[in-house]
């Protein structure tokens, strides 16, 4: 992928487009980036969720069906640090994201740290640690 100058797009680039996609709640966007081979770990996910995805295909049928079970509005992703690894591919990103739950109109904020690895523009590989606990705060929900 291609930015302005036809320059392939970095991992710093890569994530800076995830997060418009996250603040324009334009899911298409962040779809877009994943490469059709991309691996997608969760390795904290909740009880009862998949941990891993292989492939494009794979991780959409799965999150195309959260998000619409998931009303929340997402309003500013702030980051706390991005760290570039000895790999050019490969940087950790630690932020914030903040939303308004679409149901209750409660505004939240849960923290996160991503593992992105980006070639040729695309993500090949994102292993997200989530504080689910947060998460099901801002959500009104209890962990089981």
């Given at each position: 992928?291609?930015?302005?100058?036809?320059?392939?797009?970095?991992?710093?680039?890569?994530?800076?487009?995830?997060?418009?996609?996250?603040?324009?709640?334009?899911?298409?966007?962040?779809?877009?980036?994943?490469?059709?081979?991309?691996?997608?770990?969760?390795?904290?996910?909740?009880?009862?969720?998949?941990?891993?995805f292989?492939?494009?295909?794979?991780?959409?049928?799965?999150?195309?069906?959260?998000?619409?079970?998931?009303?929340?509005?997402?309003?500013?992703?702030?980051?706390?640090?991005?760290?570039d690894?000895?790999?050019?591919?490969?940087?950790?990103?630690?932020?914030?994201?903040?939303?308004?739950?679409?149901?209750?109109?409660?505004?939240?904020?849960?923290?996160?740290?991503?593992?992105?690895?980006?070639?040729g523009?695309?993500?090949?590989?994102?292993?997200?640690?989530?504080?689910?606990?947060?998460?099901?705060?801002?959500?009104?929900?209890?962990?089981?």
């Open positions: 992928m291609a930015g302005q100058q036809g320059a392939v797009l970095g991992p710093r680039e890569v994530f800076a487009r995830m997060k418009q996609g996250w603040l324009g709640n334009s899911p298409d966007v962040t779809d877009s980036l994943l490469a059709d081979n991309a691996v997608i770990e969760v390795p904290f996910a909740p009880p009862g969720s998949p941990r891993r292989d492939g494009r295909e794979e991780f959409l049928t799965f999150a195309r069906s959260e998000r619409a079970r998931l009303p929340v509005r997402f309003e500013e992703c702030r980051e706390t640090a991005i760290h690894t000895a790999d050019p591919e490969v940087i950790v990103i630690e932020y914030e994201l903040t939303g308004t739950v679409t149901t209750t109109a409660r505004r939240a904020s849960a923290p996160f740290v991503g593992v992105l690895r980006a070639r523009g695309r993500v090949v590989a994102w292993r997200e640690y989530q504080d689910t606990a947060a998460i099901a705060r801002a959500l009104g929900q209890q962990l089981a």
